[in-house]
């Protein structure tokens, strides 16, 4: 079965970057097909999608978060991981780590992390 | 970018009765890319429905889902206790990942 686990600090400092890491277990984060992918949700909002990584390492990002996103896969320690610059209050939110299966539904998930924006 | 509009914001029935979902769609969208999700208080969003209409492994065939083009609905047949929740829909084209902002199903 397999299973993602988010990992990363808790609070960031307005203008500073975020940094989230996402370790898969139970299976191949480097199987052909599949994408990887983070979500996050503002509490009491609704669920956004950030972007997705690629087994290939292409990576395919929300158009309104482009500019500020980066997602990377690393295959050596089965992770992707998620950076967010120059963040804002506006980024405090829960982030989830999620798998892209067929039909690109989001099929596994982790159990979120929440990050907040504050100094 | 596609939009994804989902009504209503808040349904309220009692355990029992049947749950009627929509999501709708500002463009047509292909019914393959379109699922839907329940996420309880706490817990990270879970898939019930892919493909507009197939249920996920473990999903209870009360959960139905249905649609075509632009119009998608996620039928409850009977409510069980634990199907109060918030669900959203998500569909996908073109490299691009989208959700609805959700329907909340509470105890009436």
């Known amino acids: 079965q397999l299973q993602l686990q988010e990992s990363g600090p808790g609070l960031v400092k307005p203008s500073e970057t975020l940094s989230l890491t996402c370790t898969v277990s139970?299976?191949?984060?480097?199987?052909?097909?599949?994408?990887w992918g983070w979500i996050r949700q503002s509490p009491g909002k609704g669920l956004e999608w950030i972007g997705n990584?690629?087994?290939?390492?292409?990576?395919y990002y929300n158009p309104s978060l482009r500019s500020r996103v980066t997602i990377s896969l690393d295959t050596s320690k089965s992770q992707f991981s998620l950076r967010l610059n120059s963040v804002t209050a506006a980024d405090t939110a829960f982030y989830y780590c999620?798998?892209?299966?067929?039909?690109?539904?989001?099929?596994?998930w982790g159990q979120g992390t929440l990050v907040t924006v504050s100094s | 970018e596609i939009v994804l509009t989902q009504s209503p914001g808040t349904l309220s029935l009692s355990p029992g009765e049947r749950a009627t979902l929509s999501c709708r769609a500002s463009?047509?969208?292909?019914?393959?890319?379109l699922a839907w999700y329940q996420q309880k208080p706490g817990q990270a969003p879970r898939l019930l429905i892919y493909?507009?209409?197939t249920r996920a492994t473990g999903i209870p065939d009360r959960f139905s889902g249905s649609g075509s083009g632009t119009d998608f609905n996620l039928t409850i047949s009977r409510l069980e206790p634990e199907d109060f929740a918030v669900y959203f829909c998500?569909?996908?084209?073109?490299?691009?990942?989208?959700f609805g902002q959700g329907t909340k199903v509470e105890i009436k």
């Open positions: 999620a798998h892209t299966g067929t039909h690109n539904k989001f099929d596994h």
């Open positions: 463009e047509t969208i292909y019914s393959v890319y």
């Open positions: 998500q569909q996908y084209v073109s490299s691009t990942w989208t």
């Open positions: 139970g299976g191949s984060i480097s199987g052909s097909g599949y994408y």
């Open positions: 990584v690629y087994y290939s390492g292409a990576t």
């Open positions: 493909g507009s209409s």
